[in-house]
């Protein structure tokens, strides 16, 4: 086990296999020293356990923890691409995606659910840029979706 698994088993989290992929796509390609992966949604155990809306039918808190969820399923499609999550040099960029209601507008509080796991896994290396950004729907009526890119060593 890495020494991010070990973290992650700290916080009570076990990696989940990596969630199958809903069409034609892989859920992360590896591309030199940089990984990126498809958008991820809160699936666990193969199933998307809330849907909706944040701001009508989800609460922003709600919401903030499955883009946890989508954060340990991004770990797991990088660890699928390497091997080993101790690879990783640092997060880059993670993009989030939050299904909101028309008057909702707290999308940052929501994809911090993501960033602070990622802080938490992978501290220094997990610093990263970001963007928040609310939606009208994402597959499957799933509240928030999240993609990461990394820097990876070789």
Known sequence: MSA???????????LPEVVAPLAA??????????????GQLPMVEGKLGVTGKVGAEVTPEEAKELAR?????A?????????????VVRVVKVVG???????FTGQPG?????SELLGEA???AGVHARSAVGVAVLPLDAPVEVEIQVEVAD
Request: charged fraction near 15%; proline fraction near 3%; aromatic fraction near 6%.
């Open 4 to 14: 991010v698994e070990d973290k992650l088993a700290g916080l009570g989290l076990t």
């Open 25 to 38: 796509y892989v859920p992360s390609v590896r591309s030199g020293s940089y990984v990126y992966t498809s």
């Open 69 to 73: 969820v989508c954060a340990l399923n």
């Open 75 to 87: 770990l797991a499609a990088v660890k699928s691409a390497i091997g080993d999550l101790d690879k």
């Open 97 to 103: 995606f939050v299904a909101s209601a028309p008057d």
């Open 110 to 114: 929501v994809i911090n659910g993501a």
């Open 122 to 124: 992978l501290g220094e």
